[in-house]
């Protein structure tokens, strides 16, 4: 059993505490304007046992260490001493299963001689570090999708490329709006009208045998999750997929579209907007990638063990009973 959530380790500030201990002022300053960046990494119980293996770990902190040079945020750890601390963290709390880590790193708190008000120089920085159990909650059978009617912010008001904790309060809207109308999810439309992404999620689209998803100029994060489905498609169905402006009309009239995400992993869309996708159950692709990524994201393909970095539960680690507590 995990440490209940006000017992979990995390890290805070610099060091390892318990939750209940990792307190912040009423003044933070990422609270009151949005300014931090964050990541969502997975680590998954290895397929032979004794080990947890954490995906794409070194890609997930370099594209944090990017976010963070785009909101000025000063970022002490290097990405190896971060993977470290997350290796450090999920054996503090015995996360031997499927386990999901969020680096977050803030604004603080306005330096000295720094004039009150909204702005990224002479604020300091925080970083805390958080893990806790998280299975498989993507729905095998395929969930239902709304059109939102929120645009993605576009690249030149608030770039989606970076993580801002900020910017996902667009995000919120558009699954408000879906969840209420009884979707389960929601596709948002970039500024020109063209599918962009899905609340925490890419899109692929699968028309006559190809694969499509936005490209980059559609004000969408580039997934890790989505290189690795393009990888997977390429090496299982030799297909390339074209990474292209996808008109909303397309949802509607594809053979299958699925999400790709760290959170939902690869999830079947079998009805958008009232439509049925295809005949309304998972397509052949969707099951294929699915399938094959399972087998990577827990070390059972060789082909692409590189995706993954062990945490080393069985290391011999430093004494916790002199840990801070």
């Known amino acids: 059993m995990s440490p209940a959530p006000q017992d979990r380790w995390v890290f805070h500030r610099g060091e390892f505490v318990r939750a209940s201990r990792a307190g912040l002022g009423p003044g933070t300053q990422a609270l009151h304007y949005g300014t931090g960046v964050f990541e969502g990494i997975r680590a998954y119980a290895a397929h032979d046992g004794g080990d947890s293996l954490l995906f794409k770990a070194r890609e997930h902190y370099t594209r944090l260490h990017a976010s963070c040079r785009l909101l000025r945020l000063n970022l002490p750890h290097t990405v190896d001493e971060l993977i470290d601390i997350t290796r450090e963290l999920i054996r503090r709390n015995d996360l031997t299963g499927d386990t999901y880590i969020r680096p977050l790193v803030y604004k603080l708190a306005l330096e000295p001689g720094t004039p009150f008000g909204v702005r990224l120089s002479g604020v300091s920085t925080a970083v805390t570090v958080l893990a806790l159990p998280m299975g498989d909650y993507s729905r095998a059978e395929g969930i239902r999708c709304g059109i939102s009617s929120w645009r993605r912010v576009p690249d030149s008001a608030l770039p989606a490329r970076a993580k801002i904790t ?3 309060a667009n995000n919120a809207l558009a699954v408000d709006e879906a ?5 389960d999810e929601a596709i948002l439309l970039d500024q020109r009208g063209a599918v962009a992404e899905a ?12 694969v499509a998803t936005p490209g980059p100029d559609a004000d969408i994060l580039p997934g890790l999750t989505r290189a690795a489905v393009i990888r997977i498609l390429a090496d299982e169905a030799a297909l390339t ?13 594809a053979d299958e579209v699925f999400l790709t995400g760290t959170g939902c992993q690869i999830v079947p869309v079998v009805e958008i907007d009232g439509r049925p996708v295809g005949d309304g159950t ?3 692709l969707t099951t294929l990638v699915r399938e094959v990524y399972q087998r990577a994201v827990r070390g059972a393909d060789p082909r692409y063990r590189h995706w993954n970095t062990p945490v080393g539960l069985t290391d011999p680690t430093t004494d916790r009973s002199s840990a801070p507590a």
């Open 166 to 168: 900020g910017a996902y």
């Open 179 to 183: 969840t209420a109308a009884g979707y």
């Open 199 to 210: 609340s925490t999620a890419n899109v692929f689209v699968v028309h006559a045998g190809k």
């Open 241 to 253: 997929v074209a990474e292209r402006t996808v008109q909303r009309s397309e949802l509607l009239t």
């Open 282 to 284: 998972p397509g052949p």
